[in-house]
């Protein structure tokens, strides 16, 4: 089970990038370099030749190595680093989206980055945050007083306005019409899913409502993946997928009616696997067994499939 941010022994954690946010081809860079490695990973981050072979400054590759990590895409386990299971089947030379072109794709690592209590910020932002509007002050503001609430210690006010000026870059799309292709008005790939607004004057909000990109296959991953860590029980209430820490429908800002829609389709998504049921008023959902890896990716890859069938049929 994750820690949570009210267990006594969480350690926040509000620094590791280095005050670089997430950029374009960084993910793939990383698993290549691992992957080249061959087993020899101990220093695939830190040796003199690093900078030369991912092209940036020394920050800069501590700052991949962290993203890499944050998203899954590479772990590291007694000194070793590995590509995931997750980073090879996306970014592997025959991967199914090395160039993260599949909305999807973006979906998934975004699950990977607000499920995990890890990133302070960015787990409370998506998780427990409720504020309509907001900029950067009201921002640090309140993590002050969850520190205080949670007993943290107390975070560096440097280290904090850094971190959450981060996840702005990370996240927030420009709402603003400008001129030239869209994707220049982009900070980092995870802005395209629109999940955080720019507004004027440095105002910003989260962005909550339906969501279109968002597949039927990682809906179902996040589900799942949701359901085994919450429940052990073979029901689950709707408030919980919609409302409850690390559920889809807060990491995905989903609204109440685009869920429903979604979880009264599911039994026909997973071969009823997963089945809706409305008996005297209470909204659940009943599994008929427990969820395996192969379970979870055998949903993801559906989203890919439709793709490749598409593009095959075209």
């Known amino acids: 089970m994750k820690t949570k941010l009210t267990d006594a022994n969480y350690k926040p954690q509000f620094a590791g990038h280095e005050t670089f946010y997430l950029r374009y081809g960084w993910l793939k860079k990383a ?14 981050f830190t040796d003199d030749d690093a900078i030369a072979s991912f092209g940036v400054g020394k920050n800069m590759v501590s700052a991949i190595r962290f993203w890499a990590h944050a998203c899954d895409i590479i772990h590291t386990q007694d000194s070793e680093t590995m590509v995931s299971e997750l980073g090879s089947f996306l970014l592997a030379e025959k991967g199914a989206d090395p160039y993260l072109e599949n909305p999807t794709s973006l979906w998934i690592l975004h699950w990977k980055l607000a499920s995990n209590p890890k990133h302070t910020s960015i787990y409370w932002l998506f998780n ?47 709402s603003s019409p400008k001129k030239g292709a869209r994707e220049d008005n982009l900070t980092s790939p995870l802005a395209e ?25 990682a809906f179902l991953y996040a589900l799942c993946d949701f359901w085994e860590e919450y429940s052990d029980a073979n029901t689950l209430n709707f408030q919980n997928v919609l409302l409850e820490p690390g559920s889809p429908g807060r990491i995905f800002l989903m609204d109440e009616n685009d869920l429903a829609v979604r979880l009264m389709e599911i039994s026909d998504d997973t071969n009823g696997l997963i089945s809706w049921s409305e008996t005297a008023g209470l909204k659940q959902l009943i599994r008929s067994k427990s969820f395996s890896e192969k379970i979870k990716n055998d949903f993801l890859t559906q989203d890919y499939a439709t793709v490749q069938h598409n593009v095959e049929a075209a």
């Open 193 to 217: 899913l629109g999940l955080v607004r720019s507004g004027s004057n440095g105002r910003f909000h989260m962005g909550w409502g339906p969501k279109p990109s968002l597949g039927k296959g």
């Open 128 to 174: 427990y945050f409720t504020e309509g509007g907001f900029d950067k002050n009201l921002l640090m503001k309140a993590l002050f007083d969850v520190a205080d609430q949670y007993g943290w210690k107390k975070p560096n006010e440097k280290t904090l306005s850094n971190d959450l000026l981060v996840f702005l870059n990370t996240y927030a799309m420009d």
């Open 31 to 44: 698993a290549d370099e691992v992957k080249n490695a061959h087993g020899n990973t101990r220093k695939v």
